[in-house]
C-alpha cells in the first residue's frame, strides 16, 4: 500500500469538515514564509496560520536562492509584503557537503552532477542571516520586512536570529 | 506590527503543548510530498500528517523541477521512497505567462529576467501528468512510486489524475 492511498483515506475526513468555501487566492495576512521541508515542522500549526493566510515555500534547507521564483510570483501577482525565513536546528544541511553528495549521487547513478548546488551549510545562525539578506538586497525582491528564525525541533520553538 | 511578531505570539501556545520530543531526522513515512505554496492549502491538514512524517516540499505550482534539489536530498540521505505531487484548481500559475511576468518583473525592477523560467502552466490535469513524468523519467531520481493529484480549493478534496 502506498503512503499515497493513505492520504487519498485521510483526505476524506478532512473534505467532511472542510468549511472554508472560497477562500481568495491572494494570501490573506500578505506574508511568504520560507522554511526547510523537515518533516518535523509543520508551519501552519507552529505559526498559527490557517487556510488562505499565507504562502508556504519550503525546500531542503528553507534556502532563499531556491525560493527566488515563488517569492517574485508571491510579491508581484499575489501581493505579499514580507518575508519570513526558518531554518531549524538537527538540519539535514548541516550533515552533508556539495562534494560528498555530489559523489553519492554520481556513484549511485552514473550522472556527472559537478554543476550541481545542493546548497547544505555548516552554521545555521549564519545560513539564516545569509538567506535574509539575500532577499533584502536581492534587486528582484521588494523592499520588505524580512525576518529571519530558526526553530528548535526539540520544542516547537522560533528565536529570531 | 508585522506578521513575524504575530507568528512569536501563535508560535508560544504551540510550545506551551508542543510533546513531540526529539522526533528522528528521516521522515517516518519515507514520503516527500510537492505541493503549490499557495495560501488555502495546509498539507498537514488536508493530508493527515503530523510532525515527523513527511517531507514537505512547497514552491510556486508545486513543480517538479524546482524540487529536484530537495527531493535528491530527500531520497539520497535521508530515505524516503515515494513521491506525492499536488497542484490545485485556481492555481495563480494558471494566470500569467513567462513573458508577461518578465515584462512586469523588468518594468517594475529595470532588471533583465530574460533568462528567469516562472514555470506557469496553462493546463492543470497536464501539469500535474507533466511533473509525475519528470520525476518518473529523472535519472537523478529513485525509481519509486510518484502519485499526482488534483486539489480543489473549494472542497478541500484531492484527486488522482
Redesign the interface.
Known amino acids: 500500500m ?3 492511498s ?6 476524506k ?3 467532511d469538515q ?1 468549511t ?4 481568495p ?8 514564509v520560507v522554511v526547510c ?6 508551519p ?17 534547507g528553507g534556502r532563499a536562492t ?2 527566488l ?2 517569492v ?3 510579491q ?3 501581493g505579499t509584503r ?1 518575508i ?1 525565513v526558518i531554518h531549524h536546528t ?1 538540519c ?2 548541516l ?2 557537503t556539495d562534494e560528498g ?1 555530489r559523489k ?2 554520481e556513484d ?4 556527472n ?1 559537478d554543476h ?4 547544505p551549510f555548516n552554521d545555521l545562525e549564519k545560513s539564516v542571516k545569509d538567506d535574509v539578506e539575500f532577499f533584502k538586497k536581492n ?2 525582491v521588494l523592499d520588505v ?1 524580512v ?1 529571519g ?1 530558526i526553530y528548535d ?6 528565536t ?1 536570529v
Open positions: 502506498t503512503v499515497a493513505e492520504f487519498e483515506q485521510a483526505n475526513s478532512y473534505v472542510f472554508k468555501g472560497s477562500l487566492l491572494p494570501p490573506a495576512r500578505k506574508v511568504a521541508m523537515d518533516a518535523r515542522i509543520d501552519a500549526a507552529a505559526l498559527g496560520l490557517t487556510e488562505g493566510d499565507a504562502h508556504v515555500i519550503r525546500n531542503a531556491d525560493a521564483r515563488s517574485i510570483i508571491s508581484r501577482l499575489l514580507e519570513v538537527d539535514g544541511m550533515t552533508f553528495l553519492i549521487v549511485e547513478t552514473g550522472q552532477v550541481f548546488a545542493f546548497l534587486p528582484l520586512p525576518t528564525y525541533v526539540k520544542t516547537g520553538k522560533i529570531q
